[in-house]
């Protein structure tokens, strides 16, 4: 079993992109889940920090934490060091006084301590605080939690995500920030092997995370300056555009130039009604049509909009396995759907 160590404010999206990659993912604490296997896929999540191979879990309470450690059977050999975390600042928990206590307990078990470069480390966990309430996501159940999870790190998030869009070759005002990009190419099923679509692409955000996770990445958008746009982020972010892991074409994602189950996941930020000129009605086809295309080409999808799309996502053909409202600023909440093709 694994602890994970979530980031973000929404544990619930992050603990649904952790399932992406990890099985049998439920929510603890605050900032913290469960995984019965955690594999390499997990170092490319946006939204987990770090998976630790279990030692063990008690309340958020250092004594309570010596205790399990000193109980615990410990299969390593090597230098240690220990390195504690008060999750979001919620348990209150002094993480040098668990630090300097659980380093007490391996030195007396014979560990020596090393903290510049340990062969493994122990990571501590403390979080306590009401989880969210989410019925597509497990041990989401809005109770109040207090958790110490202990275990040796085992995968690192790698954050490798590409530079914020502003940085980027090619920008448009309305880019996606790139963890989100990444987290929706996850869910979509971006990976080694696995081909992704972004029917929508834009400035190339999402194509662009797909390729750096290692999926064939291909972009489709109706405007020739978002195809030449997108490309140049690819070239610049994933390799040259004589590498086949991406391709770009200009098209119209409510008649894709694809043949049907041409790839195996679709993830797409719709135009929002309030920046373009598109007429409401027209906006609702255009998703509806594009939603029905997708649900051709791909058997699994992430929409990403500025309003709920649920509708006209089952009028496609699509089962909405999950939710999710997310606040950008103010004036923008994103709706994300992550769905099933029926
Ligand atoms: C919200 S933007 C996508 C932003 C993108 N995720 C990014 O990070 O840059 C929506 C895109 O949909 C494109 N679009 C609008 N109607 C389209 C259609 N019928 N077919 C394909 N693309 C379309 C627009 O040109 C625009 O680039």
Redesign the pocket.
Same mark, same amino acid.
């Given at each position: 079993m694994y602890w994970l160590e979530l980031s973000g404010e929404e544990d619930a999206f992050a603990a649904h992109e952790a399932a992406s990659a990890a099985a049998g993912v439920e929510l603890l604490a605050p900032g913290i889940a469960r995984a019965g296997a955690a594999g390499p896929a997990v170092e490319r999540l946006a939204y987990t920090r770090a998976a630790h191979e279990a030692i063990g879990r008690t309340e958020a309470d250092v004594d309570a934490a010596v205790a399990l450690l000193e109980a615990a059977g410990i299969d390593r050999e090597g230098t240690v060091a220990v390195r504690a975390r008060d999750v979001r600042g919620s348990s209150g928990v002094s993480t040098s006084d668990a630090e300097r206590a659980l380093g007490q307990v391996l030195v007396d078990r014979g560990f020596e301590v090393d903290l510049d470069a340990p062969d493994h480390t122990l990571r501590a966990l403390f979080a306590a605080g009401r989880r969210p309430d989410h019925d597509a996501v497990a041990g989401a159940d809005g109770e109040e939690s207090s958790v110490a999870a202990l275990g040796w790190v085992a995968r690192e998030g790698r954050r490798d995500f590409a530079p914020k869009?502003t940085d980027r070759p090619f920008f448009?005002p309305?880019? /996606?920030a790139p963890a989100d &990009?990444r987290a929706y190419a996850n869910l979509a099923g971006a990976a080694p092997g696995r081909r992704f679509l972004?029917? /929508?692409?834009?400035?190339?955000?999402?194509a662009v995370e797909a390729g750096l996770v290692g999926a064939e990445a291909v972009g489709?958008?109706?405007?020739a300056k /978002?195809v030449r746009g997108t490309r140049r982020n690819l070239r610049e972010y994933v390799g040259g555009s004589d590498d086949p892991a991406w391709h770009v074409a200009r098209?119209?994602?409510?008649a894709l130039p694809l043949r049907d189950d041409a790839v195996d996941g679709v993830a797409?930020?719709?135009?929002?009604g309030r920046q373009s000129k598109i007429a409401t009605h027209d906006l609702a086809d255009?998703v509806a049509g &594009?939603l029905a295309e997708t649900a051709r080409v791909a058997p699994q999808a992430v929409l990403v909009a500025d309003r709920d799309w649920r509708s006209e996502a089952r009028g496609a053909g699509w089962r909405v396995d999950a939710t999710f409202e997310r606040r950008v600023h103010r004036s923008l909440t994103r709706h994300v759907l992550t769905l099933t093709r029926e």
């Open positions: 869009p448009q309305g880019s /996606m &990009a972004d029917p /929508m692409c834009g400035t190339g955000g999402l489709t958008d109706a405007q /978002m098209g119209d994602a409510t797409f930020d719709a135009p929002y255009l &594009a």
